[in-house]
């Protein structure tokens, strides 16, 4: 949902992730206008040159609690103006399923 909301934006879109490639992340760079990065995790120096690919975003958004633990206090290092957000839908997804 979030992925629709900015490809119709004139937004450059790049992706860091340390999960290994896959099919997914060929066609998801494939049919759409962004970029896929490999990063190490708990790698300062990897994550920062994705940020410089990235053109130093102004916003970052971390898929889950786990990346943001990772790799968000060296995001707010590097670029202090640029605004971080967390991704919750997973955990409104697990509120959802223990009220039923």
Known sequence: QMLRGWLGEE????F???ARPGNSQGKLS???DLTCIRIKSNDQSSLLSALEAAGNP?????DGFNAEERFGHYVREALPKTMRALDMQDFHALRLGRER
């Open 58 to 62: 102004e916003l970052v958004i971390f």
């Open 11 to 14: 937004a450059a879109l790049t």
């Open 30 to 32: 494939e049919t759409h």
């Open 16 to 18: 860091a992730s340390p």
